[in-house]
């Protein structure tokens, strides 16, 4: 039942649709006056009446029935109490039908929307700054799929530029296979380092890099093989964190993919008139839209960029026909997507418009001592690794006899990451703290994992007693209904979340629950009580546990049968 919905086909305003009447009702912080509320305000000029005369108005209007049990006006609200047995019965009702797929509504009907998040950079590091990217666009990725639309998940990988030169010459000097095949990324990185420190005394060697990048670039068999291997170790390296976060692409068309695909973009935009030449560089002036000029060629001729991000945007368009194309990078990138689809418009694609960019904050460690072996660069799975192992020691504290201990340790520890990045408004910077994330008591994962493992041990010691469960619902009580009323709120949750590019709002939506169920469990006994209670109490507790589960599993997170 969507309540919202409801209360506004019953209610007929003159001049506002059902739909915005249902996008009015809202639920008040304070549910002594109702469960839902309508406030009156913002129709009072249109309809030339006080907002407590609409309020009263439409109360007097409202068909009793047996869904609403009470409707109030109060001080320019209109409140409505709903039927306390009836909304259980239906939720309940609900969850139990719809299971996994609780929440889940057909509202893209195929659709596509493209998400391009995670976007790492070849032979260099996958540090901490690409948590938010990696787990909002896997969060997201996986919101939209549940919600009908199509989700295409692109890495678009920095694997272009004449950076890769410098990388060739520095292992061609210093480098060699067993080095590299050891060390991974980390021994890379460590060449790309010492290539610039040494570049410093020598600059001799950047001649080399650019001539080196220039053979990849005509193809060269010998440097194209060492890029591609350069390519697959990072790849490797990455996806074993990919895996353990549970994050997926359809595509890795990074950016060196466009580079046959810039040349027409250049053309059109000459052909359009919107090129224009300063100190050499082929620019697109923005100055009109305040903002500096977009550069698509440097003097040298070569590409920026943003100039392979437009054929990415357009090659896009082209094979996906997406409906949005998202772009889940951190705000200190801001300048670049306004300006990169502010020339696109300029070039007359009106889906332009569709192109998104879902900025977020930046996050540290609380902790900075707590960085890598070397350097200040703090790699995302040394992150991870610290928290699984921090995990494993609380667990092991708390119950040592636990079967599984390392596979719990690791589902609330990568959980713990992954929710700690999730949990505020993307926006905020985060400064991370692994003893928050892991506090069982506090606005964390392992608090809504423990809770799940809480309602799951509940159902099988019923289990183990032989109790069922029932189709019949009792009145609940007020904590049953504050539960019940969270629940219902799920589907909702999801969509707001998807509309708003918002994870986070999952994330609150798990903590408020869980918070729920444990004022339910510790104030109404589940398995002592009376018959008809407890097996109105299991199938709430199975409920809480289905809709958890899937709240969870959209972020990412794994839930553990134990803990
Ligand atoms: N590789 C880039 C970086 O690390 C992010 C790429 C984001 N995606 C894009 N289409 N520009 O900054």
Redesign the pocket.
Known sequence: MDYKRYIAKHLTIEGISEEEIAEAVAVPPNTDMGDYALPCFKFAKFMRKSPVQIAEDLKNAYPADEVISEVSAVNGYLNFKVNRKGLAKDVLERIGREGERYGAFDLGGGKVICL??S???IA?PFHI??LS?TVLGGALYRIFNFLGYKAVG?N???DYGTQFGKLISAYNRWGNKELIEQGGIRALNELYVRFHREAEKHPELEDEARAYFKKIEDGDKECLALFDWFKELTLKDVNKVYERLGIKFDSYAG?SFYQDKMQPVVDELREKGLLKESRGAQIVDLEEYGMSPCIILKSDGSSL?AT??MA?AIYRKQTYDFEKCL????YQ?NL??KQFFKVLELMGKEWAKDLVHVAYGMVSLEDGAMSTRKGNVIFLEDVINQCVEKAYRIIDEKNAALENKADVAEKVGVGAVVFGALYNSKIKDIVFSYDKALNFDGETSVYVQYTCARAASVLAKAAAAGYKSSDEVCEPSAQEFELLKALASFPDCVQAAASAYEPSYIARFCVDTAQKFNKFYLDCKILQAEDETRAFRLRLTQATLTTLKNALGLLGIAVPEKM
């Open positions: 391009d998040y976007s790492v950079n260099k700054g690409h990217t692109i678009h990988l920095g950016e960029y392979r991000d990415a772009y889940v990078v951190a990138q670049h997507f």
